[in-house]
């Protein structure tokens, strides 16, 4: 299934952090560094990424590339998976997904064929560890949250193959910022293709967000540590099962 997402976005190019004025949180305004979306200019992107089999499309076509598109397909073949997965301050949500997926991939042992990050898409964490109450409470359930707030940059869309955002506002400001920079540098024009919703992978939850547990209480960090252990099972399944579809289909 594709599509035309429209939406409105004013962007103000002496701005870098994205702030939505839907948002409800109230930042501090560094207007020197801030890129502000606003109704003021219409924007439309194609959302094909919004449907799971296109997820799938997108990982075969990633591992199919690596088989048949490269004149050394042994060392594109050995070339990690990257999955960068991205919410609002980077340390809540998307360090908890990127520690569940970690502990899931080296549980089975998968380590050296994946690069994992995660990223916000502000900068107003930057630098900072992930919420106390995010770490203590993946903590319980065995996995280590060590990652260090980042905000999403350029690069991302170049070197990451996929961009799980974890509601739909994160997967708006991550085309925002694609539609801002690409201007800028050159940028994978199918980069959008690579941005999902984290929810799309889940089986066992019906919800399509993974909700911000920032201003609630500990049962939301509870909520959010089981659609992420729901999501990232399926999408290492996926994952994994592309790369095995691709690798028979090449040889
Ligand atoms: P995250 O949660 O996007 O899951 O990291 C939040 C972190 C910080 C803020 C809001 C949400 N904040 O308002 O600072």
Request: aromatic share 8%.
């Amino acid at each position: 299934m594709s599509g035309l997402l429209g939406f409105n976005t004013f962007i103000n190019p002496n701005l870098t952090r994205i702030c939505n004025p839907n948002t409800r949180y109230p930042f501090p305004h560094r207007t020197s560094t801030n890129l502000c979306l606003n109704n003021h200019h219409h924007c439309i992107i194609n959302a094909t990424h919004l449907s799971s089999s296109s997820n799938k499309a997108l990982i075969f076509r990633r591992f199919s590339s690596m088989a048949t598109a490269s004149p050394s397909p042994s060392t594109e073949e050995s070339k990690p998976f990257s999955v960068l997965f991205v919410c609002l301050g980077n340390i809540c949500r998307s360090p908890a997904a990127e520690a569940v997926f970690r502990n899931l991939v080296e549980k089975r042992g998968l380590a050296s064929k994946f690069r994992i990050d995660s990223a916000g898409t502000i900068g107003y964490h930057e630098g900072d560890k992930a919420d106390p109450r995010m770490r203590a409470a993946s903590k319980n359930r065995g996995i280590e949250v060590t990652s260090i707030s980042r905000p999403i940059k350029p690069s991302d869309f170049r070197d990451f193959d996929l961009i799980l955002a974890m509601d739909l506002q994160n997967r708006e400001d991550i085309m925002n910022a694609y539609e801002k920079w690409r201007f800028k540098e050159p940028l994978p024009p199918d980069a959008p293709n690579k941005v999902k919703l984290m929810c799309s992978y889940c089986k066992t939850h019906s919800e399509r967000e993974v909700p911000d547990p920032y201003y609630g209480g500990a049962k939301g960090f509870e909520k959010v540590l089981d659609l992420l252990e729901d999501a990232c099972e399926s999408l290492l399944d996926s994952i994994v099962r592309s790369q095995n579809t691709s690798t028979s289909a090449s040889t």
